[in-house]
């Protein structure tokens, strides 16, 4: 474990960690290691001990007697089930006697009951258990769920800075991307917002569905010679949208087309797949 | 920390209580209760709150027991932490207002001393708050400062970045650093002693 693993875990003991760290960390520890069970443990331990620097200080004296009194009110005591006969005695001023058989039959009785008592409760807690596991469980979905839908917020946030950094440019150009010919009256298309200044291509393409599984889609920079340098690898999402971020290499020098192709998962070196989008460039 | 006897004491105790015994909630009560009601105190201000805290603290002890599990931290670190939630929730609350009073280290380790507690208790915790002490002293005083206000008084960072006059951003790192420093000290202070009374022993 690293230090930084470490500290965390210390922070998160503290509620020192940010609402997203914590969330993150909470969903992690649903699977912890022995090793981070240990280091939560000690960084618990510290943070126990922390109150004694404090100038001591005392309740009331009666204090205990409610809390105790609580316990008993509730009938939450051990003692209430008791198992076992109850035990008569007499001694040898007294005058009353229990036949033996009632006393064997009230032993018995008693027995019969306080087991099936027990039985019960038992049962009652076991109940308890699983709906206390199965409300962890839930718990631990949910947080899981949140955490992805955070970093789904994290990750348009970027994308939205992206394209606002590009918009801004002092020196901007936009290329459209459009389908060849042949397949004109689809909506699938494209934009490039291009910095020229900072030499990035903010592209964003729309209506591009998914590729067929085992492809991707890639981008290629064309050059006036005809020649096609590959460039990022990406897929769309299952509304056929896409973002991003690519640095234009200085040393092609003027680009002539930008191209959008399918190729085997993980790219290609050269085109192999068919043209999905197509624009000029300059 | 190191397992010593305060903490099987303790341990045996959890598993009474886990059994439906009182005289085990009794046994953590008279060792703990100070220091929990002291915590309370120091939080919500006001005695008749921090004693219902008290009570509720040791009194979801005695119901959730089931849920204590000896491998994963020791009573003791689970009534602090759950003394301290329980009183910021209670301080949330009712919506008052937070007032940080001023820790007295120097009187704290005095008093530690005539707490009029059983010997081997007072052994144990006079020891321990000793090293607390001193370690939260020699913290540089911005992180001690922030760490107490945030833990000792249950202010948000927000609300020490305020009281402080400082950005949120250097209240986090007084509290991270002051913490780590903290816990970095007290580990070291814990391994010292092991190693002194292993040598000892030999």
Known sequence: ?282 | MAVNEANLDDITAMAAVARGEPEGLSRLYDRYHRLVFTLCLRILKDRGEAEDVLIEVFQELWERSARFDATRGSPLSYLSTLARSRAIDRLRSRGGKIRAASLDIEHAGQQAQSTGATPGESADLGEQCQRVTAALRALDPEYRQAVELSFYDGLSHSEIAAKLDKPLGTVKTYIRQGLIRLRDRLQSRTADAVSGANSSDE
């Open chain 1, 1 to 282: 474990m690293t230090n930084d693993e470490r500290d965390n875990l210390l922070l998160y003991a503290a509620g020192a960690l940010s609402d997203a760290e914590a969330v993150e960390l909470r969903s992690r520890l649903a699977a912890a290691s022995p090793e981070e069970i240990g280091v939560l443990a000690e960084a618990e331990a510290v943070l126990a001990h922390l109150p004694l620097a404090l100038p001591e200080e005392s309740p009331s004296v009666g204090a205990k007697s409610r809390l105790m009194g609580k316990l008993t009110a509730h009938g939450q005591t051990s003692s209430s089930m008791r198992i076992g006969p109850a035990v008569t005695s007499t001694g040898s001023t007294s005058s009353t006697r229990v036949p033996l058989w009632m006393a064997l039959a009230a032993s018995v009785l008693i027995f019969a009951v306080s087991l099936v008592m027990v039985m019960n409760a038992h049962r009652g807690k076991e109940d308890l258990r699983q709906q206390a596991r199965a409300a962890d469980e839930e718990r631990a979905t949910l947080q899981t769920a949140l955490v992805t839908k955070e970093l789904t917020l994290q990750n348009m946030q970027t994308k939205l800075a992206l394209m606002t950094d590009s918009i801004s440019a002092e020196k901007l150009q936009l290329v459209g991307l459009a389908m060849p010919e042949a397949n004109a009256q689809r909506k699938t298309r494209g934009r490039i917002l291009w910095d020229k200044d900072k030499n990035q291509w903010f592209i964003a393409v729309f209506d591009l569905a998914p590729p067929a599984a085992g492809r991707e889609y890639e981008l290629w920079f064309i050059t006036p010679d005809q020649k096609k340098h590959p460039s990022k690898v990406f897929n769309t999402n299952a509304a056929g949208d896409a973002m991003m971020m690519v640095e234009v290499p200085k040393e092609l020098g003027p680009i002539a087309l930008a191209a959008i192709t399918d190729e085997p998962a993980g790219g290609s070196p050269v085109p192999t797949g068919s043209i999905h989008l197509v624009g000029k460039v300059e």
